[in-house]
């Protein structure tokens, strides 16, 4: 395999989108997908209309469909696809890894049958020596696709991979900054999904902006409480990882978690929520994993509890926020 060689497992707007930036400025990516239909569109159009209408793949974008052929030939494997799909694909790809493959992933969320984080996952399917590395913060695809400036952490148990993904990922517009903290970096990818329903819910009841300030604000409160109990950096949550992809999910509509929760707000039920969003809620399946692993670990998450009786228990959302509202009063 030649190095740096890199392929994406993935073809949602996202594992599009970074297929996209990898491959400019001549820069070779494979591109896999598990629906053959999906990547016979992509090679044909030479762009994802579905996801990212519009865009034009660079030329040095290959869509691959042997995902045998996308290992074999890589020595970075970024996967993108959703958190309850990873295991799967690690169990999937096992079979093609080589000794010195790399690992990477662009999926938020924690796996809901063992409340384990993805990396956790990783070293099990895999093996606790190999290099990996989880990409986070405030990206919305299409924006990154266009080449807007962006920035992400880049959090890694190898130091020199972490910078080596960096390198690669490196763009006139797209940034990326690295550290250790792999724990908290998943966290606040996972948690801050769950607050975007929620701040989508607070706004589609027409709540204002100190209602949205006040959410973000305590939000952060909870996504820090949680990490605490696992040991993640504080300093992570004050970082693009934590705050920076909160205030995004939880102030612009092109964030699904939040269109999401404007639609439970508007009266519709779940199930009709999930139908009007057409696309994979990583939030929505996140609030429940969130719900029960804070029972468990004893944190306080008012916000995210709120949000999975809305989704899983068909509270109103205007019966949540009034929960809320009378919680006890004490210190900030």
């Known amino acids: 395999m030649k190095a740096g060689s890199i392929c994406v497992l993935g073809a949602g707007s996202w594992g599009t989108a970074l297929a996209i930036l990898l491959a400019q400025q001549n820069k070779s990516c494979l591109l896999w997908a598990h629906n053959a239909e999906h990547l016979q569109h992509l090679q044909n159009e030479r762009s994802n209309q579905r996801y990212l209408p519009d865009i034009t793949f660079p030329d040095s974008l290959t869509i691959e469909p042997e995902l045998k052929y996308c290992i074999e ?39 809901a049958e063992s409340h384990k984080l993805l990396s956790h996952i990783l070293v099990e399917e895999l093996s606790d020596n190999t290099a990996f590395a989880v990409v986070s913060g405030p990206t919305f695809a299409k924006e990154v696709a266009k080449g807007l400036p962006t920035a992400i952490t880049i959090a890694s148990n190898d130091d020199n991979f972490s910078q080596q993904l960096a390198d690669r990922l490196h763009t006139d517009t797209f940034r990326a900054y690295t550290c250790r903290d792999v724990i908290g970096v998943q966290i606040g990818g996972a948690v801050k999904n769950v607050l975007a329903i929620a701040a989508g819910i607070a706004d589609g009841l027409g709540f204002g902006a100190n209602t949205r300030s006040a959410l973000i604000t305590r939000g952060l409160v909870e996504m820090s409480r949680l990490g605490h109990q696992l040991n993640a950096e504080p300093t992570t949550f004050m970082g693009l990882a934590g705050l920076g992809d909160l205030v995004l999910t939880c102030t612009d509509d092109q964030s699904r978690n939040r269109r999401f929760g404007k639609a439970l707000a508007a009266g519709l ?60 009063q004490k210190a900030e």
Not at 79 to 106: E, G
Request: hydrophobic share 45%.
């Open 269 to 328: 039920s779940t199930e009709q929520a999930f139908a009007e969003i057409d696309q994979v809620v990583e939030g929505a399946l996140t609030a429940k994993v969130i719900y029960e692993f804070a029972a468990k670990l004893n944190v306080d998450m008012p916000i995210c509890e709120q949000v999975y009786h809305i989704i899983y228990d068909g509270l109103p959302a205007k019966q949540a926020v009034t929960d809320l509202l009378l919680r006890t």
């Open 73 to 111: 030939n890589s020595e970075i494997i970024l996967i993108a696809v959703p958190s309850h799909a990873f295991r799967q694909t690690l169990q999937t790809i096992s079979a093609y890894i080589q000794p010195n493959q790399k690992i990477a992933w662009a999926s938020k969320g924690l796996e």
